[in-house]
Structure formats: structure tokens, C-alpha cells
């Protein structure tokens, strides 16, 4: 039986379904991703900082592009800002312009 | 711009006085060490705000819950910056904005549209969201929407597009994007395989979308402009975040 849509329980649980769907694509792919390391680092390029560190950034070295990281990390810091901020306005703008359907 | 750069912690190889973290600063500078309870419940704080800042991040890009997530993503930087101060040895900030980044941008993409593929579509959230999203922006949602066998957009294009990026796409994004805020080596691995694989379906999807002109931006009330507005900008991530990704170093991150 389809429960017919535009009630509490039919609209209910298709988000539900749709939400336990998009869960599970996820979950597939983390660990699909998560035991895969698709290069393995070369041994002439391993760094001497490689001693056992609490944390993976305490044994960083510093870049070698510095510049071209901080240029992209401005431009991603606008990105992000633009991306929140459209989130949180143009949503409710649209939805108050033209209506729920 | 002394918070962008890479900054290791003292002790590693390498360093100097000027690549130095704050917070070792502070604990180098300090007139005596600060007990370890502090840094402790810093740490705790930070792993606290960490896990906020992705549940954050991802209620972000569900769209209908934006403003909610806005305020949660503001909120967990606010209690990173505090367990900073409180002397917490913190991720790189670089790292944490380029993840948050990614993360909202990944969740657009695939609880969005997800919504639009998945039964939600169905829904007075699914459609309303889709249907008016077709009326300011793409035509495509607004024309014959829920008419096909898989509902939601009738236009075969579109939906290829969506399937291979809420099917395949956009969860490995997510799941590379999870281990790159962890520092993981195949976290960054993966992150650059599935960004040259979201430039490539950006590809794919622009020219779909022209082919299409009249009922798609033709037909919506903003156009091309409301496009490039609403969607293409944070589509532009691939081309600003690929030289990041690339000049960051695998050996640095955690097996």
C-alpha cells in the first residue's frame, strides 16, 4: 500500500526513505574509500618529521606553495562565505516569493 | 594572512621560529606550563566543536534547513577559536575552512538533489523546493516536474547528471571530505580524485544545461545570471581548490 502523498505520514516517510538512502550511498562509499589509499607515498619523498606525533598536524612541514595556497584559501574562504550566506537567504526568499506547491 | 599558512606544532623537524602555532607560542612564552587539565578539556573542546562543525557543514547543504546550519557552522568556529585560546594544539585553519567548504558544497549537491531523485520529490518540501527553484533558475524543475517514471525532472540530461552525482559522485566527495577533516592520507587521496571527477561532470553539466536554453534559463525568471549566482560560483570550488589539494603533501597526513 502507498500511503498518498501530501499527508503528515505520506510525506513523512518518503523524506524518511529518501534520508535512509542517501545515509546508506554514504556509508557504502566511506568504506569503500576509507580502505582504499590509492597511492601509496614514494619512500624518496618521505619526510624525517615521520616520528610518531600525537596529532598528523604536529609533524607538518611547511609548504612549498605557499603562495598559490594562500590565494586558493582566500578564494575558498569567499567561496564558503557565499555558499552559507546563499544558504541561509535564498531559501527563504523563494520559498516566500513563490510559494509552497 | 599568518592563519593561512601551514603552521606544524614545535618538536617536528623543520621548524622555525616563524612557522611556530600559536598556541605553542603561548605555551613556550608562558611563565610556567599550563597544567595539562587545561589543555585537556581544550582538546575536548575542540573535538566537541569539530563534530559540530560537520553536522553544521552538512545542515548547511540541505537547503530548507540553511539558515539553521549557518548559525551552527558560526557557533562551532567560535568554540574552535576558544579551544585555540584555552591552548588546544587545533587542525590548521586552512584545512578546516577548505573542508567546511567542500562538505557544505558536497551536501548541496547530494541532499538536494536527493531530493529531487529520491521519493521526496513527492513531498510539499521536495517539490516546493524543486518547482520554485525551476521558477527562479532553471526551467527545466518548473516544466512537466514529477510527470516522469522516476519523478521529479523530466529532462534526461538533468537527471543522468543527478544520478551520477548523488549515486557516485558526491558520496565519495563526502566521504573524502570526512577524512581530509581528519588528516587522513586517503581523506586528501580521494578528495583529489573526486574533485577532478566533480570538473569533469561540471563539464558535462554546462553544456547540458545550454543545449536546453530556452526551457531551461529561458524559461526561469533569473536566468543565466540567477545561475551563475545560485549554483555556478560554489560549482567553481574544482578550479580554485585543485592547486590547493595538489600542493598539500600525502607524507604529512596520517595513514
Redesign the interface.
Known amino acids: 500500500m502507498i500511503v498518498a502523498?501530501?499527508t503528515i505520514l505520506?510525506?513523512t516517510?518518503?523524506?524518511a526513505?529518501?534520508l535512509l538512502?542517501?545515509l546508506l550511498?554514504?556509508l557504502?562509499?566511506?568504506v569503500?574509500?576509507?580502505n582504499?589509499?590509492?597511492?601509496s607515498?614514494s619512500a624518496s619523498?618521505?619526510?624525517?618529521?615521520?616520528?610518531p606525533?600525537?596529532?598528523?598536524?604536529?609533524?607538518?612541514?611547511?609548504?612549498?606553495?605557499?603562495r598559490?595556497?594562500?590565494v586558493?584559501?582566500?578564494?575558498?574562504?569567499v567561496?564558503?562565505i557565499?555558499?552559507?550566506?546563499?544558504?541561509?537567504?535564498?531559501?527563504?526568499i523563494?520559498?516566500t516569493?513563490?510559494?509552497?506547491? | 594572512m599568518s592563519w593561512l599558512k601551514w603552521r606544524p606544532a614545535t618538536g617536528a623537524v623543520g621548524v622555525t621560529a616563524a612557522t611556530v602555532t600559536p598556541a605553542a607560542e603561548r605555551r613556550a612564552s608562558a611563565p610556567a606550563p599550563e597544567p595539562s587539565g587545561a589543555i585537556e578539556a581544550a582538546e575536548r573542546l575542540f573535538a566537541r566543536a569539530d563534530k559540530l562543525y560537520i553536522v553544521g557543514c552538512l545542515i548547511c547543504g540541505t537547503w530548507v534547513l540553511g539558515p539553521i546550519g549557518a548559525a551552527v557552522i558560526i557557533y562551532a568556529l567560535i568554540l574552535m577559536r576558544r579551544a585555540q585560546q584555552a591552548g588546544a594544539d587545533i587542525r590548521p585553519w586552512a584545512i578546516t575552512l577548505v573542508g567546511g567548504f567542500i562538505m557544505v558544497d558536497t551536501s548541496v549537491n547530494m541532499v538536494a538533489w536527493g531530493f529531487d531523485l529520491f521519493p521526496a520529490h513527492d513531498t510539499v518540501v521536495g517539490r516546493s523546493l524543486w518547482v520554485d527553484y525551476g521558477r527562479m533558475v532553471d526551467g527545466a524543475y518548473m516544466f512537466f516536474h514529477n510527470s516522469g517514471s522516476f519523478g521529479g525532472v523530466l529532462d534526461p540530461g538533468e537527471k543522468s547528471v543527478q544520478i551520477a552525482m548523488v549515486a557516485m559522485s558526491m558520496p565519495i566527495k563526502l566521504a573524502a571530505c570526512f577524512g581530509f577533516l581528519k588528516m587522513k592520507r586517503w581523506g586528501l587521496q580521494w578528495m583529489i580524485i573526486s574533485y577532478w571527477m566533480y570538473f569533469l561532470i561540471w563539464m558535462i553539466y554546462l553544456p547540458n544545461m545550454m543545449f536546453d536554453f530556452p526551457l531551461r534559463y529561458g524559461a526561469s525568471s533569473t536566468g543565466v545570471i540567477g545561475f551563475w549566482l545560485l549554483v555556478n560560483v560554489p560549482f567553481l570550488g574544482p578550479l580554485v581548490l585543485l592547486p590547493y589539494l595538489h600542493t598539500l603533501r600525502a607524507e604529512d597526513w596520517e595513514e
Not at chain 1, 557565499?82 to 527563504?92: D, L, N, R, S
Not at chain 1, 516569493?97 to 506547491?101: A, I, V
Request: aromatic share 14%.
Open positions: 502523498a501530501n505520506g510525506d516517510w518518503r523524506l526513505v529518501t538512502a542517501l550511498l554514504s557504502f562509499w566511506y569503500v574509500v576509507r582504499v589509499t590509492p597511492f607515498a619523498e618521505k619526510s624525517d618529521s615521520e616520528k606525533a600525537s596529532k598528523p598536524w604536529s609533524r607538518a612541514m611547511p609548504s612549498k606553495f605557499p598559490i595556497q594562500r586558493t584559501v582566500i578564494c575558498d574562504v567561496l564558503f557565499w555558499i552559507v550566506v546563499e544558504g541561509a537567504i535564498v531559501i527563504p523563494m520559498l516569493k513563490y510559494g509552497l506547491h
